[in-house]
């Protein structure tokens, strides 16, 4: 079993989901609705981003948001209050 950290080669986007595509050849797609400032934000603003750290993680500069490679594989949402 590797014990390499997931590393990101690119993020994409489809009407409902945010992909994290990684050095391994893995995709992993999460709901968009998950990340409240990725899904506000329009298909121009959420393709500009920078991988930082080696692929470690994604930042938008211009919404000042991040996600991290392993979040793609261990994130769960926080339930919404009533």
């Known amino acids: 079993m590797s014990t390499a950290k997931p590393r990101l080669t690119a993020i ?3 009407d409902r989901e945010v992909v994290g595509h990684f050095a391994d050849g893995r995709s992993v797609a999460c ?3 998950w990340f ?3 899904e506000k934000a329009s298909p ?3 393709l500009q981003y920078q991988l930082r750290r080696q692929g470690a993680s994604a930042h938008w500069p211009a ?3 991040d996600l991290s490679a392993e979040g793609f594989f261990t994130y ?3 339930p919404v209050s009533a």
Request: aromatic share 6%; net charge negative.
């Open 12 to 14: 994409s986007f489809t």
């Open 31 to 33: 709901p968009l609705h």
């Open 44 to 46: 121009k603003e959420r």
């Open 36 to 38: 409240p400032i990725l």
């Open 63 to 65: 919404l000042d948001e």
């Open 76 to 78: 769960a949402p926080q």
